[in-house]
Structure formats: C-alpha cells, structure tokens
C-alpha cells in the first residue's frame, strides 16, 4: 500500500468533513515541510558539490604547479652535480675507434654501468658502423676526432682539417642522427706536428675557428701512456691512470681504442676500481661538463 493510498484513507476515514479538511492541513504541511527539506538539502549537496569541483580544480592547479618546481629542482641538482667542485669525478674518453676492441670496451662499461666518451675517426667496415651506433645507443657520449687521423692531412691547412672534420660530422650524423659539438683534435690542442704541415699558428687558427662554429673542445690532463707503445704493458696504463688521478677533483683521461691497444681493453676494469676506490664516479664529457685545456705551445 502506498503512501497516497494510507493518506486518503485516513482522509475518507474521517467522520466529519472538519476532521477530513484537518487531516488534508496537516498532511499539506506536513508535505510543505517534507519538500522544503528536500530542497535544503538539494540546494546542500549542490552547494557541496561546487564547493567539491572547485576545491578539485584547486588541487590539480596546485599539482601542476608543484611538478614544475620538482622539475626545476631536478635540473638544479644535475647542475650542481656537474659543477660541483667537490665532487671527484673522472671522464675515461677513448680516441681513434671505432676498432675491433669497441664491443670489449663496451661491454666492460656495461658490466660497471658507467658512462664514457669516445672521440672517434672514420671507419666504414660494417663492425665500425655497428660501434657508432651501440656507443649512441648505450648512453656514452660521442665526439669527433677527425676522420682520416692523419696529421699530414688535416694539419696542412684549416681548409684541410674543415674537409676532412666534415666527413666525420657527416658520417656520425648519418649512422647515429647525432650533431656532436665537442671535438677532440688529432695529437691534443697544443700538438707540435701540424707545425709541421700547417705552420706555427694553425693550431690557434684551428681552435679559434671551431669555437666560434659551436664546438668546444677537449685535452685530458690524465695519460694513460697506452699510446706510447704500440702496445704498451697493461701495469704501466693501470698505473699511469691511477697515479695521474690521484688528488684530483675532475680527471679527464686520456685512452686508446684501436685494434693494437690491447692491453688498454685489459687494464680497463682494474682502473675503473681503482678510481672507485679513489672515491671517483665516472660521467661523460658534455658541453657544460668539466673542460680542461692544454696551455698554447710557444
Ligand atoms: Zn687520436
């Protein structure tokens, strides 16, 4: 039975028309006041919905301005890491590859999960190809060296050594899609045999030019010696790295990846442990990192 239905019963019930019309009143108010409480609370609940919305728009407001600021501070931290001056931090940078010692020194940075920079030259085998690619592809950094290597090429002239750097930027930029702008010239930037071919002043001529194309470039001021020798003893490049490095902040060091350096491929997971226990951690060259140039030859 409904509620309609128990309401006119009580109204027809009645005895006298007075009492009917009374029930009917107070049935009336009472409906009055059932529905007003309704409507309070509708008006309520919307009130609090809004109330709800608003607050809700507020917060993802606030959300979006926070992950912003987390941002921001991510960036700072990985400045102030790279700057840091009190951090040790040594960059292993492999010249002359890509070779068939490549995949070797890889696959030791791989197992150390470090990073390292690689100045590398021409090398059209497939393997060689390969390497620029697995260098990009495991996160280490890729710089030019120049392509043939060969100082009584490109140290003739700085049309020579533009001709010839762009071979390299070309062929790094078609395997890899990367534009590299740190560079690492054949022999260090202070190298007495482009005297030779190219005078007394290319050298500056040289590093005055590729500054201003947006290159920065890079010596080291740690040798391994690996290239003293055509393959040189694997105590002596251990050695040589972890004495070189000793009290210092920021190591740039200097090796070989070509096919004869052996031994450097060998002496590699013993420096990279020695440097750790010198309290180092291990970063690649960048253009904002760490530079260190030698002082011009005179
Ligand atoms: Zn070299």
Redesign the pocket.
Known sequence: MSYISIILNLILGARTIKGAVTVSIIFFILFIIYTSLQAYTYRNTARHLEKIQQEKKELQAANKKLAGELKKIKQNMKKTSQQSPNKKVAYLTF??GPSSNTSAILSILDHYKIKATFFVIGNQSERGKHMYKRIVAEGHAIGL?SYS?EYRTIYVSPTAFHQDFNQIRELVYQLTGQKPNIIRF?GGSNNHISRKYGGKNLMHTLIQQMTREGYRYFDWNVDSRDAERVTQSRDIIIQSVLQGSKNKQKTIILLHDSQVKTTTVEALPAIIEGLRKQGFSFDVLTDQSFTYHFAPSS
Request: hydrophobic share 0%; proline share 20%; no cysteine.
């Open positions: 010249d002359d060296h290597h054949p």
